[in-house]
């Protein structure tokens, strides 16, 4: 007979204790409820107590969190967010300083090139499942700071797979422009045709369907069939090498303008999922850490990871920002809004450790650094940006001189 302590929903339960406890602690040091989670996940982590570890159960139910995050994200957005001109010179930049910061960092400590080159792709990475939910808490998802992170973001997933693609082929010594292109091709096309398939397919397809007595007898037949399609879009993401959130995202805008009679709303019923399995999300940041892998011998590279990877996405994503019209600190909310690496940069490490590229050190060094970029975010925003109003944002979020 299964062990009460290992059952599915002994563990399930614990988790939502454990992110109850995350509120809990976030309320009391005036923090979002993300810092509150990851923190509490480092404590019951094995980091501190033990209580648990980053199993595959762990594992799954965190990953369901971030796509579910991310569906109900896109319900904010349309696609003439993500394609302004803007977003491509913000993800461009926001990709290529990183790199060269996070390769001169690491040539800098003696690493040897090809481990040089794989720090430099982690710090490519960008993880908007923190940010997008920070601007969620604070009502900030329709500002044009916002905006900008989100576009960029989508694209900037597309650019670190391409930087991640030809890492490899560089250090495994087969780089060909050919492999570049397809790479690009099948997730520029997936993007593009997911997208339009959305939009001009089920999303009128699921008007129809709202009106029949099928579905008014079984109302929640829609909701469900949404759901379908948002894991099916993620999975599609995946198959092509983009991360799964991108493809949830997509299925969230690509259903943005459903309006439905009989059913109920697909972005209600998505939200509620949200409550539950992006909390467990963020409480599985600070499970993966174990801070007791970090030795004096790459404290100092941490932390000086950390800054190169905080302050080239300033850098790579705020100047085009403010270059594009935006005012300073929204440039600024954009930078550091692109800075939090989280899983995203944690799998680009997972890959160069597998492949024998980069050590153990190292690995922990790009793991934490995820996470300490993860924690920032919230932080800075919830006591610089959003502390006191210096923008004023009408419908088109544009900032008062105050804030330029």
């Known amino acids: 007979m299964e062990s009460l302590a290992t059952s599915v929903e002994f563990q399930m339960s614990l988790l939502l204790f454990v992110a109850l406890g995350g509120y809990l602690i976030a309320s009391r040091i005036n923090q979002s409820a993300v810092?509150?989670?990851i923190l509490v996940g480092l404590l019951v982590g094995p980091s501190v107590l033990g209580w648990i570890t980053y199993t595959d159960f762990v594992r799954a139910l965190a990953h369901l969190g971030a796509v579910i995050l991310l569906f109900v994200i896109g319900f904010e957005f349309n696609i003439r967010d993500i394609i302004h001109p803007r977003n491509f010179?913000?993800?461009?930049?926001?990709?290529?300083?990183?790199?060269v910061g996070g390769w001169w960092l690491a040539t800098g400590f003696g690493f040897d090139s090809a481990s040089a080159i794989f720090v430099g792709t982690a710090c490519t990475a960008t993880s908007i499942a923190i940010t997008a939910n920070v601007l969620k808490e604070l009502g900030k998802l329709q500002?044009?700071?916002?905006?900008?992170?989100?576009?960029a973001a989508v694209i900037d997933d597309v650019l670190a797979l391409l930087a991640l693609a030809i890492s490899t082929d560089v250090v495994g010594g087969s780089f060909s422009y050919i492999s570049v292109a397809i790479v690009t091709v099948k997730a520029v096309s997936f993007i593009v045709i997911a997208a339009a398939i959305g939009i001009f397919g089920v999303s009128r397809f699921l008007v129809r369907l709202d009106a029949t007595p099928f579905v008014r007898k079984y109302p929640e037949f829609i909701f469900i069939f949404a759901m379908m399609l948002a894991f099916l879009y993620a999975m599609g993401a995946e198959a092509v090498g983009l991360s799964a959130i991108v493809g949830a995202f997509i299925a969230g805008v690509s259903f943005k303008d459903v309006?439905?009679?009989?059913?109920?709303s697909l972005k209600e019923g998505a939200e509620y999922l949200q409550i539950i399995f992006a909390a467990i999300f963020f409480v599985s940041l600070g499970i993966i850490a174990d801070l007791h892998a970090v030795t004096s011998e790459i404290l100092f590279f941490l932390l000086a990871l950390t800054l190169v990877a905080i302050v080239t996405k300033v850098i790579g994503c705020g100047v085009p920002a403010k270059l594009a019209g935006l005012c300073t600190k929204d440039s600024l909310i954009v930078g550091f809004g692109m800075a939090p690496r989280g899983e995203v940069a944690m799998i680009v490490a997972l890959i160069g450790l597998e492949a024998g590229v980069i050590d153990q050190g190292i690995y922990v060094a790009l793991v934490l650094m995820s996470l300490l970029t993860t924690i920032i975010t919230p932080i800075v925003y919830r006591n610089w940006f959003y502390r006191g109003e210096y923008c004023t944002y009408d419908a088109s979020a544009t900032c008062s001189d105050a804030g330029k």
């Open 89 to 99: 010179a913000i993800a461009l930049l926001g990709v290529i300083i990183p790199w």
């Open 259 to 264: 309006e439905l009679h009989q059913s109920r």
């Open 143 to 151: 500002t044009e700071a916002a905006k900008a992170i989100i576009g």
């Open 35 to 37: 810092i509150g989670l």
